[in-house]
């Protein structure tokens, strides 16, 4: 497919190009913000690799705040248990679960799936 350039056109192109020489005269960004946008030249991805990344890590958070506030409340039980003088066994753990006193047991898995230990979760 031709530009429309004829060879003679694209010789004197070029030669007016390397007396100019513009990359000589090149400096680049100048300011701290300049400098941090080049920076970013070379990345890959752009909007959605980014929306990921974001949503990845709220993921996390997400999780991350489901099993504090399941911990929260199994210290809580506990706390309010002892105070009290009453049971504070894996067994009474089990039951306040099943009659909705804490969490139901599928709040109490980790990121792989896995059931998490009563015993486990009890700080001694």
């Known amino acids: 497919m031709s ?3 004829s060879d003679q056109r694209k010789a004197d192109a070029a030669l007016r190009i390397h ?3 513009p990359w000589k005269k090149s400096t680049g960004p100048k ?3 300049g400098k941090a946008v080049v920076a970013q030249n070379g990345q890959k991805g752009g ?3 980014n929306y990921r990344k974001a949503m990845t890590c709220l993921s ?3 999780r991350d ?3 504090f506030d399941l911990f929260a409340s199994i210290i809580a039980w506990t706390k309010q248990r002892n105070d009290a003088g009453l049971d504070d066994s894996n067994e ?3 039951i306040a679960i099943r009659n909705g006193k804490l969490p139901p047991a599928s709040a109490w898995k980790d990121s792989k ?3 998490f230990g009563a015993a486990a979760l009890r700080t001694s």
């Open 19 to 21: 007396e100019w020489a």
């Open 65 to 67: 705040r489901a099993r």
């Open 92 to 94: 009474a753990l089990e």
């Open 31 to 33: 300011t701290p913000e």
């Open 113 to 115: 799936g896995e059931r």
């Open 47 to 49: 909007t959605r690799a």
């Open 60 to 62: 996390q958070i997400s």
């Open 3 to 5: 530009t429309g350039w």
